[in-house]
């Protein structure tokens, strides 16, 4: 975990014990620190130590070596009255000074704060005053919603959380990207073979129905590409021995050639002249399209506040543009198109990027200079992210430098949220060919295996429980196996292992949820005793847990990334089961079983508290 500094601890007691230990170092520091330049470490366990403070700061006034000064430091800390109700011991480390924290007051103080927070113990107020926007999915309205959306999903919706609860207001939307060729491409299919059908005459889902008429343009498409390359006398073996520009060069002679392109290319055409039959069609299909959507979002507790239309906004931008054109900030180049000559900004490294065509005509940059107007001036953001995979990285780069250069203010608050691929057995996705691993179809594989586990353990249960915990498991699993590695790292997803009662997954945790439930039904009331009895390391592992808590939340949040906050739950629940290996809970003598009790109550709380932020549903019985 990084540096605590006064601005990243958040919350009781962890802010009240860091300033009281900040104060006592920076006083003993012969005037080398304040108090807020003083920043601690979570110390590893393994050195028995609770925080850490690097001496290498003080090295210059004191004119010793880290070591050294550690060791003394350790004395004068130990030495003074006001740490006595903190510490019980301090020591060097090589160049760090450890201190351990007073166990017995400490432990009251924690588990005092999580009853007092109510649920809410990990929440802070550090960003309140923030306005912030979260776009994330913005799918296309010609395919369902497939396993990279589902990634794109979870990371976008657990940021946002994770920011909220720092105080921020929060704004979830998407851009729909509801127009263009690859949509005229299904409106083409399903007028050519649909014969009327609709998602309720063959009881498909309304995106999976015209998701396969993508699929049926494609496919349409290559027999087209077959017949031509056999009429120009092209050999397809021949041509897979040419290199890529002849490859090339050869595609783009059949797509200007293609009758099914020409007929797609008429209906874009057509739409964008407001042509009111093909408009009908357009609205009928992607109707289905946002009821399938819909359907996909209930089920993965996916909401937006607002929806944006790539429809509204495609024809925006030209304004600004042209006046950034005219003031000399942007360039003609000798084709006609309008540039911004990026390549000039010092440090960035980037190459120039077309804004309009030649032909006078726009780009996707085009309308998310538009939309990202839009956005700041509808709700006057402070930050405004993009959750993006990673392959648009260098766009993201150039399109924040390009508001940048349009004399935008509220450009530095745009931040991109890339994350990684998500490959499978049979490698990346390509839902063009129909193969695509969909959400839908994902959730039903992961619920399946679930409810086999479910039966494995229980076969007392009727068919709706076992429903009802496997829905629950199944989606626990692929929200933590897509969150428990870096927000950028690609993934391979194994549905099998995402599924286990153990080592890093979502049913994991939410076992370690129904079994503290359990031990407490079981338990029935008990008074918290005055003076709680959690000494033996075991426990004190998990208080010293949940003290930090609120700072593995914070730090989640500043990074974006839900990483820290999955491997810091991961942590905690190992520490739980070596709580459980060690300690005795309900056949514990008082005032041992009434405090260990508290601290399963508290430690529930808390992971209450972090399902809330994944989404993770908990269940009191497993």
């Not at 405004?384 to 349009?406: D, P, W």
């Not at 079994?515 to 709680?532: D, H, N, T, Y």
């Not at 709380?605 to 399902?611: I, Q, R, T, V």
Request: a negative charge.
């Amino acid at each position: 975990m990084k540096a605590l500094t006064e601005s990243s601890v958040v919350g009781e007691p962890l802010a009240g014990i860091y300033q009281r230990l900040a104060t006592l170092v920076a006083e003993h520091s012969r005037g080398a620190l304040e108090a807020a330049e003083v920043g601690f470490q979570q110390a590893p366990e393994h050195t028995g130590g609770d925080l850490s403070f690097p001496c290498f700061p003080l090295a210059r006034a004191w004119k010793r070596n880290p070591a050294q000064i550690a060791t003394e430091m350790a004395s004068l800390i130990l030495e003074d009255e006001r740490a006595a109700d903190l510490l019980d011991g301090a020591e060097a480390a090589g160049p760090y000074l450890n201190l351990r924290l007073a166990r017995t007051a400490l432990a009251r103080q924690v588990l005092e704060a999580i009853t007092v927070a109510d649920g809410a113990y990990g929440d802070s107020h550090r960003q309140e005053g923030d306005i912030v926007m979260m776009e994330y999915v913005s799918p296309n309205t010609n395919k369902p919603l497939h396993i990279g959306h589902v990634r794109n999903a979870l990371v976008g919706r657990t940021v946002a959380n994770l920011i909220e609860s720092q105080g921020a207001q929060m704004h979830r939307t998407d851009i729909i990207n509801d127009r263009g060729i690859h949509i005229a491409k299904s409106m083409l299919a399903y007028d050519r073979f649909g014969n009327g059908d609709t998602p309720e005459s063959t009881g498909i889902k309304g995106d999976h129905f015209v998701g396969k008429y993508y699929v049926k343009f494609d496919q349409a498409l290559k027999r087209e590409r077959e017949q031509w390359l056999e009429k120009e006398d092209i050999d397809p073996d021949a041509l897979k021995e040419l290199d890529e520009l002849a490859k090339k060069k050869v595609q783009e002679r059949f797509l200007a050639e293609s009758e099914l392109m020409a007929e797609t290319r008429d209906i874009l055409q057509k739409w964008e002249a407001e042509d009111e039959e093909v408009r009908a069609l357009w609205r009928k299909m992607n109707g289905w399209v946002y009821d399938g959507f819909g359907q996909t979002y209930d089920r993965l507790g996916i909401v937006f506040d607002k929806h944006y239309y790539e429809s509204d906004v495609y024809q925006g931008g030209r304004e600004v543009i042209m006046e950034a054109l005219e003031a000399g900030t942007f360039e003609r180049a000798d084709n006609g198109a309008i540039v911004a000559p990026l390549s000039k900004l010092e440090g960035q490294k980037l190459q120039d990027k077309v804004v309009i065509r030649g032909d006078g005509t726009g780009l996707y940059i085009t309308q998310d200079i538009n939309l990202a107007t839009i956005k700041f001036e509808e709700f006057g953001l402070n930050r405004s992210y993009y959750c993006i995979g990673s392959e648009q990285n260098y766009y993201m780069r150039q399109l924040k430098a390009t508001l940048g250069m349009l004399g935008f203010p509220w450009a530095e608050g745009m931040e991109h949220l890339s994350y990684g691929m998500v490959y499978l057995p049979d490698g990346r996705m390509k839902s063009r060919e129909g193969n695509v691993v969909d959400a839908d179809d994902l959730m039903v594989e992961m619920t399946s295996i679930a409810a086999k586990e479910v039966r494995d353990r229980s076969d007392e249960l009727d068919d709706g429980e076992v429903a009802r915990r496997a829905e629950a498991i199944g989606l626990a699993a692929i929200v933590f196996s897509l969150l428990v590695v870096g927000r950028e790292t690609d993934i391979h997803f194994d549905p099998d292992k995402a599924v286990a009662f153990e080592g890093k997954t979502g049913p994991y945790l939410q076992y370690a949820y129904a079994r503290i439930s359990r031990i407490l039904k079981k338990a029935g009331e008990f008074e918290v005793p005055a003076e709680l009895d959690l000494q033996e390391d075991a426990a004190w592992s998990l208080v010293r847990g949940l003290l930090f808590y609120p700072t593995a939340v914070a730090d989640a949040a500043e990074s974006l990334d839900p990483s820290r906050l999955t491997a810091y739950l991961t942590e905690q629940t190992q520490a739980l089961s070596a709580f459980y290996r060690d300690l005795h809970v309900l056949n514990a003598e008082e005032p041992q079983r009434s405090s260990r009790l508290a601290l399963l109550a508290a430690f529930r709380s808390m992971l209450g508290h972090a399902f809330d932020l994944l989404a993770i549903q908990a269940l009191e019985e497993m």
